[in-house]
């Protein structure tokens, strides 16, 4: 399984950028697959999350900013990112993880469950 991010870049606060994930390698639709991302000195975080069946979750720091979506038949998850603010300044990771059960469980049991991971993507928001 490999998963391929696109999409960063560097953009003002307050503006938009879409994070994009090409996988292949399976094609099980019952993974759990999500965006998570990494500040410099900081622990990587969840930051939304999706199931095969498209219900989504999403941190408090994304949530009404963020949208998550992914492509089935494209084997494609994107994230949209509006309102962009200076500590939105990370390195944003695809993942996917095996689940019958969706995405279910706290967010650290759902960082836990995944088993496949890119190589980031970074994104650099200026004040």
């Known amino acids: 399984v490999q998963l391929v991010e696109s999409g960063g870049g560097s953009v003002q606060s307050g503006g938009s950028l879409t994070l994009s994930c090409a996988t292949s390698?399976?094609?099980?639709?019952?993974?759990?697959m999500g965006w998570f991302r990494q500040a410099p000195g900081k622990e990587r975080e969840g930051v939304a999350i999706?199931?095969?069946?498209?219900?989504?979750s999403y941190a408090d720091s994304a949530k009404g900013r963020f949208t998550i979506s992914r492509d089935n038949a494209k084997n494609t998850l994107d994230l949209q990112m509006n309102s962009l603010k200076p500590d939105d300044t990370a390195m944003y990771y695809c993942?996917?993880?095996?689940?019958?059960?969706?995405?279910?469980?706290?967010?650290?049991?759902?960082?836990?469950?995944?088993?496949?991971w890119g190589r980031g993507t970074l994104v650099t928001i200026s004040s």
């Open positions: 993942a996917a993880g095996f689940s019958l059960n969706g995405c279910s469980g706290s967010w650290g049991a759902v960082f836990d469950g995944m088993d496949y």
């Open positions: 390698g399976y094609t099980d639709r019952d993974y759990c």
């Open positions: 999706i199931d095969n069946y498209g219900s989504s």
